[in-house]
């Protein structure tokens, strides 16, 4: 999951490229947080986390933003981690 947000998610989403909705995913505790509209990612709850729907492209906008959708095999190894209940993982450098 980590080399997946490093590759495709931090260049919008990270502390250095100022956090785009005020989400970080280069960072474990930060994605925890979640947006400034709250939580994206829910331990447990697959259908409930909206970074999974936006990745799906159930809710708009699509992301990666203005970029190539994830192929299904890593959007399935997010779902699996979140399925796992969001076990911590060294996110990105």
Same mark, same amino acid.
């Given at each position: 999951?980590?080399? $997946?947000?490093?590759?495709?998610?931090v260049m919008c989403h990270s502390a250095v490229a100022g956090a785009s909705k =005020?989400?970080?995913?280069d960072d474990y505790s930060a994605a925890l947080? =979640?947006?400034e509209? =709250?939580?994206v990612l829910i331990p447990g709850d697959v259908a409930g986390s909206e970074l999974?729907?936006?990745l799906r492209g159930e809710s708009q906008p699509r992301m990666p933003f203005l970029s190539r959708?994830?192929?299904d095999?890593? $959007?399935c190894l997010i779902e699996s981690w979140v399925a796992a209940g969001l076990p911590e993982i060294v996110?990105?450098?």
């Open positions: 999951v980590s080399a $997946i947000f490093a590759e495709r998610c =005020g989400l970080r995913l947080i =979640g947006s509209r =709250g939580a999974i729907r936006r959708p994830l192929p095999n890593q $959007i996110v990105a450098d």
